[in-house]
């Protein structure tokens, strides 16, 4: 199982980023797809999840109303659509694959992509 992750870079407070997680048909179909990010000096945070089905989960807290996941079956790729981003949006971003149903904790997850930073700074 390959994951590949793209799209991060450098943004003002406010702006826009889309990252994407690449992968393959047969991943998308038997595995749950969720991102995740870890800032410096803190744990590994949830953001949001895809099921094999395509039905998605909840948001975390932090993000909700401004991230947006999504799926292109044509692409086999995972999308997180960030708007709005704030300087605490700062962090390694990191796709990973696991069990169906998107469960909660990152110890869960078998296969990880390599991740993509993102920095939101003036």
């Known amino acids: 199982v390959q994951l590949q992750a793209s799209g991060g870079g450098l943004v003002q407070p406010g702006g826009s980023l889309k990252l994407s997680c690449a992968t393959s048909?047969?991943?998308?179909?038997?595995?749950?797809i969720k991102w995740f990010r870890q800032a410096p000096g803190k744990e590994r945070e949830g953001v949001s999840c895809i099921r094999s089905t395509g039905s998605l989960t909840d948001y975390a807290d932090s993000v909700k109303g401004r991230f947006t996941l999504s799926r292109s079956n044509m692409k086999n790729t995972v999308y997180l659509q960030m708007n709005n981003l704030k300087p605490e949006d700062t962090a390694v971003y990191y796709c990973a694959a696991g069990p169906s149903y998107c469960p909660e904790g990152a110890e869960t997850y078998y296969y990880w992509g390599q991740g993509t930073q993102v920095t939101v700074s003036s």
């Open positions: 048909r047969a991943t998308l179909n038997r595995f749950a």
